[in-house]
């Protein structure tokens, strides 16, 4: 991997079937659903998909550009390329969704290929994230738009019995991306690499009881083993688990997290 293109973060086996999980969640379905309407895919448009995981967004886009349209799904992950691949063929997607191993700082691609480039929840791992986007810009067409879904992590929020506890393990949490607070760097990066900020909208997943088949839910315990391996110890970990968990009484469980969707053009 080289310096460009270096991440904090990666999905093995484990971690990709973690995040076909999460992604199949009622509120990351409704987060599609807000980012596809920032994208605005029209028929006979060619997308890029960067970081594409587990393949819902490209199957969802291909069905918006299709007939003569198609997507191209990158990723760095094997793992999450095989459940892309996996789910295009269950779907029969396959002559218009192009899956290949793609690196976000170093698309393989040439100049003014796409109509439009999206990338949800991957820019923040990204070390150099000025030349990744500039690669973005590199791959549109004139006129085309860059669309980017990424979360500000001081903006997340669990009910607790210890608000401070909380707060250090989403600050540990953040050890995991490079840019954890990637939506307040956007508009200048776009200004840098020739870009025209279009639109900036906030999605909110907010959940008001406990439930495990949520997406904030299933988000426990990443942050738990994240701030484990920053130093929180197993029992101050296990403790804000346990809490978190038992919040199964009407009214006695809270979480939000804000995501942000930036649309450019060039």
């Given amino acids: ?26 509120q990351i379905i409704e ?73 976000a700082a170093a698309l393989d691609f040439p100049d003014g290929t796409f109509d439009f480039v999206v990338g949800a929840q991957i820019y923040c791992f990204i070390s150099d994230i000025l030349h990744a986007i500039r690669e973005a810009a590199r791959v549109l067409r004139k006129g085309g738009r860059l669309v980017i879904l990424d979360t500000d992590w001081d903006l997340c929020v669990w009910k607790s019995k210890d608000r401070l506890l909380t707060r250090r393990m989403l600050d540990q949490r953040c050890s995991d991306y490079a840019h954890p607070h990637l939506p307040r760097e956007l508009p200048g990066l776009f200004h840098a690499a020739g870009l025209t900020l279009s639109s900036a909208d906030a999605y909110a997943i907010i959940e008001t009881r406990y439930d495990p088949d949520f997406y904030g839910t299933d988000l426990i315990g990443n942050v738990r083993k994240a701030a484990i391996r920053q130093g929180v110890t197993l029992e ?21 997290v804000n995501r942000f969707i930036f649309s450019a053009t060039k």
């Fill in 31 to 103: 987060q599609r659903k807000r980012l596809r309407a920032v994208v605005a895919a029209r028929p006979g448009e060619v997308g890029l998909d960067v970081g594409c995981g587990p393949g819902y967004l490209a199957c969802e886009l291909v069905r918006e550009v299709m007939p003569q349209g198609r997507i191209a799904a990158i990723d760095h992950s094997d793992d999450m390329l095989e459940l892309t691949r996996a789910r295009v063929d269950r779907e029969m997607l396959g002559s218009r969704v192009e899956v290949r191993k793609g690196d």
């Fill in 236 to 256: 101050e970990a296990a403790a804000w688990e346990n809490d978190l968990r038992s919040r199964t009484g009407e009214g006695e469980y809270f979480f939000c």
């Fill in 1 to 26: 991997m080289s310096p460009t293109s270096a991440r904090v973060g990666h999905f093995d086996a484990a971690g990709a079937a973690r995040l076909d999980r999460a992604y199949a969640t009622p």
